[in-house]
């Protein structure tokens, strides 16, 4: 999962969502040379399908909020390996800025237009739905959450003249109700972050994704491409969300004289928020 690949550091160095395009194009010569073959999730249907064999090695990159930088640093790099993407986009296209990423007030942090969406989408990319406006569905009554959600799909839709399958959740918070909303939208797939099965396919409508910023280093690149990485991040999620539990059990026990529910809210494991 990436956000922005852009020149140079942002002016705000509290930022962690992007990568350099030196990084950006190490790290596609990585995935190159290690065998991998980017494939988009309209393949992995059609594989589902029985109409389409999959190669070797399938991986699947994506890029959130539909930056302008992904269609002007990002494309042209895919392209020299030959590479395919999955880029979600904001269904309200009147936003023709990252409007809630607050800390990029002085950043200009542009999106695509529709003319580089359907550029895109030309250029074999695939495009999929990251809400309207960009706000965590889990807090908005159902009526709001179908609305997010249909209209980003009939919106970006309407650009492209084409069905849109596969929807990102914004900061990659959701819950049941949420998930499942996106199912009976007409979605096939939907993808998290740090929740879902580290099984590939196991969890459609909460597909786990590893995020790549700045901070990651070449091992680093390597060591999610190459080691069950899901697992360990599924692992380290599940231990750091059992500890919350058991601290929230243990003070309700002092707090209650032992009379502490055995039903104590679990908390679903989103600890990070991200765009
Ligand atoms: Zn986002």
Redo the contacts with the bound molecule.
């Keep these: 999962m990436y956000h922005r690949v852009i020149e140079s550091k942002p002016r705000i160095q509290t930022h962690w969502h992007y990568v350099s395009i030196v990084q950006f194009r190490t790290q596609m010569k990585i995935i190159d040379k290690l065998g991998f073959t980017p494939i988009t999730f309209s393949d992995y249907q059609l594989y589902q399908e029985e109409k389409l064999t999959l190669p070797k090695k399938p991986i699947i990159i994506t890029f959130?909020?539909g930056y302008l930088d992904t269609f002007q640093n990002a494309i042209p790099i895919l392209q020299e390996f030959d590479m395919k993407a999955v880029i979600f986009v904001m269904g309200n296209r009147r936003l023709n800025r990252a409007r809630w990423d607050e800390l990029d007030q002085e950043d200009v942090c542009e999106l695509m237009t529709d003319e580089q969406i359907r550029m895109a989408k030309n250029l074999e990319f695939e495009i999929g739905a990251?809400s309207l406006n960009?706000i965590s569905l889990v807090g908005l009554s159902d009526k709001e959450v179908e609305f997010e959600i249909q209209q980003s799909k009939y919106q970006i839709e309407s650009i492209l003249n084409t069905p849109i399958h596969t929807f990102a959740y914004?900061?990659g918070i959701l819950d049941n109700r949420v998930s499942g909303i996106v199912s009976e939208s007409g979605f096939s797939f939907a993808c998290g972050v740090y929740s879902g099965s580290p099984k590939y396919g196991e969890t459609k409508y909460d597909i786990r994704r590893l995020a790549i910023n700045h901070n990651t280093s070449m091992l680093g690149f390597i060591a999610k491409l190459l080691l069950p990485y899901q697992y360990v991040e599924w692992l380290y999620h599940r231990a750091k969300s059992g500890r919350e539990t058991q601290k929230k059990y243990s003070s309700k026990r002092a707090s209650t004289n032992g009379q502490a529910k055995k039903n104590a809210s679990y908390t679903n494991p989103v600890f990070e928020k991200y765009?």
């Design positions: 959130d909020d990251h960009h914004p900061y765009n």
